[in-house]
């Protein structure tokens, strides 16, 4: 039971997209956008300065729980997130979907905002997500590797169990492809010295999992044959 429950659940996340349920902003709230939401949304440092000089809310939030950080991080602005930081925003923040500035710029693998929300103060490690993952679970799950290799050196939590009970090496296993790009993932973990011993709620371990869905590959990655 438990195992045909995992399956169904593999299937739901893969379906629902990245990471399972990060909304960036519409453009219908792009348009309506004003103030410091605006500014972050294009990069206007400039306006970002001068309206923090007003002492505007830097942690207002839009519809969907996204502040002034999170906007500029979906947009890939990141002289905004060095002038939000600077101003004294929260980089820890979470938006609606409980996602930090970290965990949206790694499941987008968008390595320059990624680099400067770690650099303004973003940690590694918030734990993201209605699966209380972190984001190199997000990563893994995306097979972003050149986001994993910058959240590693960052020293994320390489063991980290979310609440489904998966690690990043089980996720870039159940819900990647088995490709180059996941197979990568799973090398810079394995590598980082994660933990390829931690089983799934069911007792499945890595390996297993490999295994089960023909990924030969990531089967010799993890000392199988």
Known sequence: ?????????????????????????????????????????????????????????????????????HV???????????ALAAAGADMNSLEGGRYDAVTIAAVANDVPTLDAALKAGNRPDNVTSVWDGNALIAAAHEGNHESIARL?????????VNSLGWTAII??????????????????????????????????TPLDLARERGYG?????????
Do not use: W
């Open 152 to 160: 590693i050196a960052a020293k994320s939590k390489l063991d980290h």
């Open 72 to 82: 500029a991080a979906f947009a890939g602005k990141v002289d905004a997130i060095a």
């Open 1 to 69: 039971m438990i195992r045909a429950m995992l399956i169904g659940l593999c299937l739901t996340l893969s379906v629902a997209g990245p990471a399972g349920a990060q909304t960036p902003p519409s453009a219908a709230e792009i348009a309506a956008y004003e103030g410091l939401h605006k500014a972050a949304h294009a990069g206007d440092v400039a306006e970002i300065e001068r309206l923090a000089r007003q002492n505007v809310d830097l942690e207002a939030r839009d519809g969907n729980g996204r502040t002034a950080v």
């Open 171 to 204: 996720e870039s296993i159940v819900l990647g492809d088995g490709g180059p790009r996941h197979q990568q993932s799973l090398k810079l973990l394995l590598d980082a010295g994660a933990d390829k011993s931690i089983a799934d709620r069911a007792g499945n």
């Open 217 to 225: 590959e990531m089967v010799k990655l993890l000392g199988g044959s």
